[in-house]
């Protein structure tokens, strides 16, 4: 309603991206824009579907190998976009990234495009297909152990089912046979630390990256890419990047956060973190994740708040450290050591001074 808007005669515009319902404007396409979109639907984004093309081949194969090559040139792709969430072009070098990325915020419009053109699905299925790779090693690859005691697999299917499956349910101690040096890797952390997974590893890393960027302090990206929360949580024991993504596309997100509170279908996002505290050890991840799916700066999140302190409450011994004051020191002991990352014996905390 209102005067009719004129339109131009000839209009010239770059990509499909710039026909956004939030941002499109025939008569005044900024110049930045139109060169920031082709840059990355002609220069950086064909070389990255490249190598999903090449990842999915590797994985029809049924090999586990990592496809090196085409690696080298999509880590160069990878970096870029990092670069273009900050500067909203395409770098010139790999070599000046962090001088071309300084220490500003990613540039909103740059994100949004990067929305657009569909980076974050391309990423996360580059991500999905490594994963996939790497459950594939883990039932070929052996790797020398000292002789004494070796794990063997009680189930090994159930292992198939789930490349995220702690170790722990699906092993048992045997005593050893010395005509069987050799033990198969059951560990994704494992898999993932082989030297052989060098590339793969630093591909992940830099995928990672890339999400972060594009979700940071943008409430739009953040709420997209949590779709694959997911996903996203069932990596977190790679330890690649995915602890840092979750809380990125959390931080100060609350109308996420009610959203997500508010959906029946949802909860297995809080439980997941919830049973690992009891089932995995005290690992701090999940208690950072659920702080931030708690509250909201000042703002609680009551639905979430429900479901969290009852029951950390109910599992305090499997949750909390014991702590005692012995000859004159403070000292903790996790009662369930053997699930985390603490000796079994008292250790001191603090020296209390003075004696008192």
Request: glycine content about 4%; some cysteine; proline content about 4%.
């Amino acid at each position: 309603k209102g005067k009719k808007q004129e339109v131009p005669a000839t209009v010239l515009v770059g990509s499909r991206a710039l026909f956004r319902e939030d941002c499109f404007d025939i008569e005044s396409v900024p110049e930045d824009q139109v060169h920031a979109v082709d840059s990355l639907t002609s220069g950086i984004l064909p070389e990255v579907r490249e190598f999903l093309k090449s990842l999915q081949l590797a994985e029809l194969s049924e090999s586990g190998v990592f496809p090196e090559e085409g690696s080298f040139d999509v880590i160069e792709r990878l970096i870029e976009l990092d670069i273009f969430a900050y500067t909203g072009r395409r770098a010139t070098t790999s070599g000046d990234a962090e001088r071309q990325r300084g220490d500003g915020e990613p540039i909103a419009f740059a994100q949004s495009f990067m929305r657009d053109l569909g980076v974050a699905e391309m990423v996360m299925a580059i991500l999905r297909h490594i994963c996939n790779l790497l459950r594939q090693q883990r039932f070929h690859v052996r790797k020398e152990v000292p002789l004494g005691k070796i794990a063997r697999e009680d189930n090994q299917q159930s292992a198939q089912d789930n490349l995220f499956t702690d170790s722990s349910q699906l092993s048992r101690e045997v005593e050893h046979w010395s005509e069987v040096p050799l033990v198969e890797l059951t560990r994704p952390s494992d898999v993932v630390a082989l030297p052989a997974n060098r590339t793969a590893r630093l591909v992940c890393e830099l995928c990672y990256t890339v999400l972060v960027q594009m979700v940071h302090k943008h409430e739009h990206n953040s709420s997209h890419v949590a779709t694959f929360l997911g996903e996203i949580q069932d990596q977190l024991v790679l330890k690649l990047g995915a602890e840092k993504l979750l809380l990125e596309i959390l931080a100060d997100n609350e109308a996420l956060l009610q959203t997500i509170a508010n959906d029946a279908t949802k909860t297995h996002h809080i439980a997941f973190h919830l049973e690992a505290l009891v089932t995995e050890g005290k690992d701090p991840m999940h208690l950072r994740f659920l702080s931030s799916m708690a509250a909201v700066s000042d703002k609680g999140i009551e639905p979430h708040q429900d479901k969290i302190l009852p029951h950390l409450l109910a599992h305090v011994r499997e949750t909390l450290m014991e702590v005692r004051v012995w000859h004159q020191a403070v000292q903790i002991r996790d009662p369930y050591s053997e699930k985390a990352d603490m000796p079994p014996e008292w250790l001191e905390l603090v020296a209390i001074a003075g004696g008192a």
